[in-house]
């Protein structure tokens, strides 16, 4: 017999009742009926139900071991009684009586329990992960991350893209978010960074030959923390040459959609072939966002012509002075009372905005003081164009455009929730196209780029010196799923003179081109075919599969918001003697104000 085992928890059924097996696992629950004892005992594949009473020389070692501790239990299979078979369970039909046990590690007092799904301080969960990987929840959604990667991985080579693997030590970039810096011993006071991405190597590889690439790839960016970001996180890295925009959608398409058909457990996915394209301008305006949820039916609407003229001075004055007025229609609120849409205003308040105004309506008749100043034919003439009925209310955004956009989108977002609209048990994919290649930077009050420094402009050499910059748009795309990005990618720059003009264009001489990407533009001037791609996060990808609002959810080792690895002690200081092999001082950090000195 195996020295731990002869089935695993989640094996043993009807059909081995009479066999004499050893179960190793950890004790999940114990149940003491009064001499008779009940145990569950848990290994990575299930739960088999174990059983001891004053017969069994294991009853008394049971009885002392706290819930956690290991054993190998040596035993009888029975089967249970018509009454007790439990059908949520693989081994539902059977018990093991314990004959002989071993204790294979005793545990100690538990800072948090693994039975049951109780809500605990992340702070404790992230020290104690091994515990809370334990559990039922937690363990299956780092399997679901794995079985995800698979399936990732094969959807991948069989459309004929090739693994490969590039550098962790780079050199630092100024484009992006901050590097994570690694001072190497060889070299005193130089620096290798951690990959924000494998962008500069795919591209190689293309310039390299290789036509389709991908990889799992790490990246990290030092960057604030949020549900859906972390510092270190993985993503479908991918590259293709001789391809139009297109193309890539036609490639990544199946995949994803395939990928999450594959574990949406029964929810609708958007069908490869039919993901939406959004041009950007459309989803800033109808959505309020360029990673818009489509399970929201609400669309935003520019309303700003209606309030040129208006016995609403407030809305007036704003349009007066280059504003505009955005509406959200609030369908089937007659019933609701005002407190409904006094609390969305002051909600808006609560994000930091002016306010959220608002117009009632029920069996026809407008109410609140934009609708009395503005008068009810104007009004009615507003809901006509609107297509909206005699009990729908209106919520009005109005500011500068970026403003009004960004106040409409999440009024969109809250008034969607509230209302009950968002549709449950789907997964709705769109890509969002046509980004603009530069924006105004107001504080530098100059052109700069928007989106990404490294994209085809569409019109190539011929719109970089015709067209106003604010007007030419990039093949740079994003495909978002129910109001996440989940990747952004581009047809990419892969002619030096285009290079030269777009960055001269954002105030960057050819100096500064060669001194901080010589390596890409000197290859690019040995023959680059024309190539594009997309990197797919996975961590954001198993989240959404496993119904989780917090990345940290599917990854088995996070950091907490503050970025600290509470399990591991990590960041942590450095001994002077490592610091002296690396050259390197440290310098304190500056005091706060209010901070004692010394």
């Known amino acids: 017999m195996h020295a731990f085992r002869t089935h695993n928890c989640a094996q043993l059924s009807g059909e081995n009742v009479g066999e004499n097996v050893r179960l190793s696992g950890w004790i999940h629950r114990k149940r003491d009926h009064g001499g008779v004892l009940f145990v569950d005992l848990r290994d990575h594949y299930g739960i088999t139900q174990i059983v001891a009473d004053e017969d069994s020389p294991a009853l008394a070692v049971l009885e002392k071991l706290r819930l956690e501790s290991v054993v190998t239990i040596d035993g009888n299979v029975k089967a249970r009684t018509p009454e007790t078979v439990n059908k949520d369970l693989p081994t539902g039909e059977i018990e093991v009586f314990a004959r002989e046990i071993n204790v294979q590690s005793a545990a100690a007092e538990l800072p948090m329990p693994v039975a049951g799904e109780q809500d605990y ?5 992230l020290k104690y992960r091994f ?27 069989e459309q004929g893209f090739t693994e490969f693997q590039t550098p962790i030590l780079t050199a630092s970039s100024p484009e992006g978010a901050r590097d994570f810096l690694v001072p190497s011993r060889m070299h005193p006071n130089k620096f290798y960074a951690l990959p924000q991405a494998p962008q500069m190597f795919k591209q190689m590889l293309m310039v390299s030959g290789f036509d389709r690439y991908f990889q799992i790839a790490p990246c990290f960016r030092d960057e604030d923390l949020r549900a859906d970001r972390s510092l270190e996180f993985y993503q479908l890295d991918f590259e293709m040459s001789f391809v139009t925009q297109e193309d890539v959608f036609q490639a990544l398409e199946p995949v994803l959609a395939g990928c999450f058909e594959e574990f949406a457990d029964g929810k609708s996915v958007t069908p490869s072939g039919e993901f939406p394209r959004i041009p950007y301008a459309e989803a800033m305006l109808k959505y309020g966002t360029d990673k818009p949820d489509l399970r929201n039916p609400l669309v935003i609407t520019d309303v700003t012509s209606h309030f040129e003229q208006s016995g609403f001075g407030l809305f007036e004055k704003i349009v007066g002075s280059g504003g505009r007025v955005r509406v959200i229609p609030a369908p089937n609120t007659a019933e609701k009372s005002r407190k409904f849409f006094d609390d969305t205003n002051n909600w808006a308040r609560g994000e930091g905005f002016a306010g959220l105004g608002y117009v009632t309506r029920k069996g026809g008749e407008f109410g609140g003081p934009i609708a009395k100043n503005h008068g009810p034919d104007r009004m009615e003439q ?22 009004a956009a960004k106040l409409a989108g999440a009024a969109r977002t809250r008034v969607g929730e509230e209302l009950g609209l ?35 402009p569409q019109g190539e050499m011929e719109a970089l010196e015709s067209k106003d910059p604010l007007d030419i748009l990039a093949w740079q795309y994003d495909i978002v799923c129910n109001g996440y990005e989940l990747s952004s990618g581009a047809i990419r720059n892969h002619r030096p003179d285009i290079m030269y003009k777009a960055f001269e264009i954002a105030g960057y001489g050819k100096e500064d081109v060669d001194a901080n990407f010589g390596g890409m533009i000197e290859a690019f001037k040995l023959g680059a075919p024309p190539h594009g791609g997309s990197a797919p996060g996975i961590d954001r990808i198993v989240m959404l ?30 001994e002077m003697k490592q610091l002296r092999e690396l050259h390197l001082r440290l310098v304190e950090p500056p005091k706060k104000e209010g901070e004692q000195q010394g």
Not at 391 to 401: P, T
Not at 444 to 454: E, Q
Not at 545 to 563: D, H, S, T, W, Y
């Open 121 to 125: 301080p992340e702070d404790i969960r």
């Open 131 to 157: 515990l809370d990987l334990r559990r039922e929840t937690m363990h299956r959604n780092i399997m679901l991350r794995s079985k995800v990667i698979t399936s990732l991985r094969r959807r991948m080579t």
């Open 382 to 403: 507003l809901y006509d164009e609107l297509g909206l009925g005699p009990d729908d209310g209106l919520f009005f955004a109005a500011g500068k455009e970026k403003d």
């Open 422 to 456: 968002i549709e449950e048990n789907c997964f709705k994919f769109c890509w969002i196209v046509d980004f603009p290649m530069y924006e105004y930077d107001e504080d530098l009050k100059k052109v700069d780029f928007s989106h990404n420094p490294f994209s085809m």
């Open 545 to 574: 599969l496993a119904g989780e609002e917090a990345i940290r959810e599917v990854i088995a080792f996070p950091m907490n918001q503050k970025g600290e690895d509470l399990m591991m002690g990590a960041p942590n200081t450095a």
